[in-house]
């Protein structure tokens, strides 16, 4: 196992994201002003959207969503910081056993005419984030969708791409990884410290045979 981030180049990784949403929001000058999420103002109803939210999903996206709150302020986004389960959407459900564990969806607000940023952990084949995609849109029609990763693993299967990314690890990248390694990035209080580690083929392996 080789550790690529913890401790303060983990907190970093985490500023990087948010100084990347922060200049997004800036630039489009739909900031909400007030901090309020309540109002038809600040909803985005009514008035063509426009406003912000911030959606995790889980198991760690979502802590990494409101560690982004905390550190840019939840009124950056109306107050509006959801949290999404994919179990239910994901491709491979078949394949993670009979009685998968689903979680809840907590979006307490209307996602249409929002500029929705979704944050996840790892992005790798890009399966992950279809499912979420589809099921925020069975819940609205967002203004558009900005996706948000600590880190790009590279493999993807399918045409999806970040907006902010902290750590690439995409091939040519300065950390590029090894054929068959696997990312994991590791969050309190899920995980017992924060961390990016990766495992490479034969530990794998290893480990399945243990």
Not at 3 to 32: T, Y
Not at 50 to 69: C, E, M, T
Not at 159 to 178: H, K, M, N, R
Request: glycine share 14%.
């Amino acid at each position: 196992m080789r550790v690529l981030a913890d401790g303060d180049r983990f907190s970093k990784l985490i500023d990087s994201l948010c100084s990347g949403i922060d200049d997004a929001i800036a630039f489009s000058g739909d900031s909400d002003k007030s901090g309020g999420g309540n109002t038809e103002e600040n909803s985005g109803e009514g008035s063509g959207g426009g406003g912000w939210a911030l959606v995790g999903v889980r198991s760690r996206g979502d802590v990494l969503a409101q560690r982004i709150a905390d550190r840019l302020g939840a009124q950056r986004f109306g107050g509006r910081i959801g949290t999404l389960d994919i179990t239910l959407y994901r491709d491979d459900l078949s394949e993670i056993g009979h009685q998968p564990v689903v979680r809840t969806t907590e979006i307490d607000f209307a996602i249409d005419g929002l500029n929705v940023v979704l944050i996840d952990d790892v992005l790798m084949t890009g399966r992950s984030i279809r499912a979420a995609l589809q099921s925020l849109m069975d819940l609205g029609r967002p203004r558009r969708v900005w996706l948000g990763v600590l880190v790009d693993r590279g493999g993807r299967e399918l045409p999806i791409a970040p907006d902010f990314v902290s750590l690439d690890l995409t091939e040519g990248a300065t950390d590029e990884l090894e054929p068959g390694a696997k990312v994991q990035v590791m969050v309190t209080p899920t995980d017992a410290k924060d961390a990016v580690v990766v495992f490479d083929e034969g530990e794998r392996k290893g480990a399945k045979r243990g």
